[in-house]
T-cell receptor, first 110, second 113 residues
Framework: TQLLEQSPQFLSIQEGENLTVYCNSSSVFSSLQWYRQEPGEGPVLLVTVVTGGEVKKLKRLTFQFGDARKDSSLHITAAQPGDTGLYLCAGLYTGNQFYFGTGTSLTVIP | DAGVIQSPRHEVTEMGQEVTLRCKPISGHNSLFWYRQTMMRGLELLIYFNNNVPIDDSGMPEDRFSAKMPNASFSTLKIQPSEPRDSAVYFC???????????FGPGTRLTVT
């Protein structure tokens, strides 16, 4: 059973375009993290959100945590080739069960 | 700090052989995680240690898999006997605690023929 569904699964866009990826669950998260993974490497943490409705910005990346703490989104403005990678959300549930989402593979074409 | 260290980086073995993957977590981190990543199933948590004690091994696929953490600076994941369906990238990660940022190693790419 996959507790965290991400969409889209694959995304290929031109440099300069904007994009949004989504992370959804039927369960409530205690907190949620977003990671980026580049080919041949392990995931690297981008941000942690803990409060419903929270919005965090990291340069051109904007992360939002749903009011009910069941979903999250990542918006990238003016995507660059360096943004290419696999984006993973990871949710911490009550009982300290920690699960990674299915992932969104992003390719930014120069 | 050198980060999480994993060895080997690549392992090719024949079905039925024993495979041992190794991990050195970041010094001072109390939690250690083993993950398996495949295209079909994504990133799956296999087992989680806290202060060298296995806390949650519900993700270990079957008895062929075993993990140990004899001390705070070393952990192993063993597969015996290995099968082709075990082919995947295996990651080790460590963190200060269960809820904190996880620092991943570079992974071990395992191919079982």
């Amino acid at each position: 059973t996959q507790l965290l569904e991400q969409s889209p699964q694959f995304l290929s866009i031109q440099e300069g375009e904007n994009l949004t990826v989504y992370c959804n669950s039927s369960s409530v998260f205690s907190s949620l993290q977003w990671y980026r993974q580049e080919p041949g490497e392990g995931p690297v943490l981008l941000v942690t959100v803990v409060t419903g409705g929270e919005v965090k910005k990291l340069k051109r990346l904007t992360f939002q945590f749903g009011d009910a703490r069941k979903d999250s989104s990542l918006h990238i403005t003016a995507a660059q080739p360096g943004d290419t990678g696999l984006y993973l959300c990871a949710g911490l549930y009550t009982g300290n069960q920690f699960y990674f989402g299915t992932g969104t593979s992003l390719t930014v074409i120069p | 700090d050198a980060g999480v260290i994993q060895s080997p980086r690549h392992e090719v073995t024949e079905m039925g052989q024993e495979v041992t993957l190794r991990c050195k977590p970041i010094s001072g981190h109390n939690s250690l995680f083993w993950y398996r990543q495949t295209m079909m199933r994504g990133l799956e948590l296999l087992i989680y240690f806290n202060n060298n004690v296995p806390i949650d091994d519900s993700g270990m696929p079957e008895d062929r898999f075993s993990a140990k953490m004899p001390n705070a600076s070393f952990s192993t994941l063993k597969i015996q006997p290995s099968e082709p369906r075990d082919s995947a990238v295996y990651f080790c990660a460590s963190s200060h605690n269960r809820q904190g940022e996880q620092y991943f190693g570079p992974g071990t790419r395992l191919t079982v023929t």
